[in-house]
């Protein structure tokens, strides 16, 4: 089991930003890859975010691409999503994910553990 709390969600003006942590504990921190996603009231949960195991590579949608920048530090056991310039449009709850390296990172079934999520709103 990977246990997974995030933190740092909050009200920010539009072109912002805001600095999500995921905390995890349990399972070796190192051998999952990491992902963010989010989801909007009456939306499907979107992949927003990735990092490899190592934090050599990185994923982003194409929505956040050069605004968004994820890291991990696995001596730590922590992950952290940069956002910068953020849009109305980026106002969701905020998942981290941790997951098998064999599975995709771009789907929630690549996933075997989630954090309770953390609300991020953006004003106009």
């Known amino acids: 089991q990977v246990q997974l709390v995030e933190s740092g969600g909050g009200l920010v003006q539009a072109g912002g930003s805001l600095r999500l942590s995921c905390a995890a504990s349990?399972?070796?921190?190192?051998?999952?890859?990491m992902g963010w996603f989010r989801q909007a009231p009456g939306k499907e949960r979107e992949f927003v975010a990735a990092?490899?195991?190592?934090?050599?590579?990185?994923y982003y949608a194409d929505s956040v691409k050069g605004r968004f920048t994820t890291s991990r530090d696995n001596t730590k056991n922590t992950v952290s999503l940069q956002m910068n310039s953020l849009k109305p449009e980026d106002t969701a709850v905020y998942y981290c994910a941790a997951g098998p390296v064999s599975r995709s990172y771009y789907y929630t079934w690549g996933y075997s553990y989630w954090g309770q999520g953390t609300q991020v709103t953006v004003s106009s």
């Open positions: 990092i490899s195991w190592s934090g050599g590579s990185t």
């Open positions: 349990g399972r070796t921190f190192s051998n999952y890859r």
